[in-house]
Nanobody, 121 residues
Framework: QVQLVESGGGLVQPGGSLRLSCAAS????????MGWYRQSPGKQRELVAT???????NYTDSVKGRFTISRDNAKNTVYLQMDGLKPEDTAVYYC???????????????WGQGTQVTVSS
């Protein structure tokens, strides 16, 4: 079992910045992909950004140029630097990791508890 602890959400004015963090702990042999998703009221959860262990990134179009995902593999931690925040970025942000508990077992996935990001003046 892998636990994910998220932090960094809050209230920010339009144009402001926030940095989210997500630390994974538990029975981890290796982590392949780490990422962030978000969900607004009445909408489906959507991908925001992901990053593989080799550093390959993927962003949803609406955040390209404003958000930056990074990770510290030694600490099993992923970050999301959010700049130029807009009201439409308001959502609960969830961390997600794809990991192995051993080299012979299939990959598993774990979700964080979510952290609220509110962009409002």
């Amino acid at each position: 079992q892998v636990q994910l602890v998220e932090s960094g959400g809050g209230l920010v004015q339009p144009g402001g910045s926030l940095r989210l963090s997500c630390a994974a702990s538990g029975s981890i042999f290796s982590i392949y992909e780490m990422g962030w998703y978000r969900q607004s009221p009445g909408k489906q959860r959507e991908l925001v950004a992901t990053m593989t262990v080799s550093g390959r990134t993927n962003y949803t179009d609406s955040v390209k140029g404003r958000f930056t995902i990074s990770r510290d593999n030694a600490k099993n931690t992923v970050y999301l630097q959010m700049d130029g925040l807009k009201p439409e970025d308001t959502a609960v942000y969830y961390c997600n990791v794809e990991y192995l508990t051993s080299p012979i077992r299939p990959a598993r996935y774990s979700w964080g508890q979510g952290t609220q990001v509110t962009v409002s003046s």
